[in-house]
T-cell receptor
Framework: EDQVTQSPEALRLQEGESSSLNCSYT??????LFWYRQDPGKGPEFLFT???AGEEKEKERLKATLTKKESFLHITAPKPEDSATYLC?????????????FGKGTTLSVSS | GAVVSQHPSRVICKSGTSVKIECRSL??????MFWYRQFPKQSLMLMAT?????????EQGVEKDKFLINHASLTLSTLTVTSAHPEDSSFYIC?????????????FGPGTRLTVL
């Protein structure tokens, strides 16, 4: 069964304290891995798509990496405005349509 | 970037009534739209996949007669919750697949908070 597990469930950081969020996945064949940011009461905001092991993408203080079993979202010198829930999702090969399978998310709180 | 809108953002209704939620892709055409449901502190759960001009494909456990989906054009999909009950209260989010992108990136709407009294 295709599955996505994110850890930790919640993460509290001080402003400037870098850290990483983990997304472990099991899927029959990976078509793509997606990272989204979700603020309370809002829809997910697209951050990155990764397609193959070894791939890395960066956007401001965020950097996403991918291996054959997991992905990391590295946050460098976070600011309070980075506080949000970060969702990881995978898209499997061979699925009818292009449905995403989501993890439960990591809720990040950054205090000044 | 690709923008997806939803309307309404919030709706409160009485038990037994029907509620329609609209999802629009504003600056691109979406051959495929998806409807998700999210309960508090839970992940997004796919309800159905909607392709323009054809019947929606529902996930296991989702009642197609209760959650009616219509994808009449390349920019609009609607979800109608029929005979809503309190257990249908949830955050409903749509997403749209960018048609020109073969890697199927999805962009999400802002969500609709449904409360059934």
């Amino acid at each position: 069964e295709d599955q996505v597990t994110q850890s930790p469930e919640a993460l509290r950081l001080q402003e400037g304290e870098s850290s990483s969020l983990n997304c472990s996945y099991t899927v029959s064949g990976l078509r793509g891995l997606f990272w989204y940011r979700q603020d309370p009461g809002k829809g997910p905001e697209f951050l990155f798509t990764l397609y193959s092991a070894g791939e890395e993408k960066e956007k401001e203080r965020l950097k996403a990496t991918l291996t054959k079993k997991e992905s990391f979202l590295h946050i460098t010198a976070p600011k309070p405005e980075d506080s949000a829930t970060y969702l990881c999702a995978v898209q499997a090969l061979g699925q009818a349509g292009t449905a995403l399978i989501f993890g439960k998310g990591t809720t990040l709180s950054v205090s000044s | 970037g690709a923008v997806v809108s939803q309307h309404p953002s919030r709706v409160i209704c009485k038990s037994g009534t029907s509620v329609k939620i609209e999802c629009r892709s504003l600056d691109f055409q979406a051959t495929t739209m998806f409807w998700y449901r999210q309960f508090p502190k839970q992940s997004l759960m796919l309800m159905a996949t909607s392709n323009e001009g054809s019947k929606a494909t529902y996930e296991q456990g989702v009642e197609k007669d209760k959650f009616l989906i219509n994808h009449a054009s390349l920019t609009l999909s609607t979800l109608t919750v029929t005979s809503a009950h309190p257990e249908d209260s949830s955050f409903y989010i749509c997403s749209a697949r960018v048609a020109v992108n073969s890697y199927n990136e999805q962009f999400f709407g802002p969500g609709t908070r449904l409360t059934v009294l």
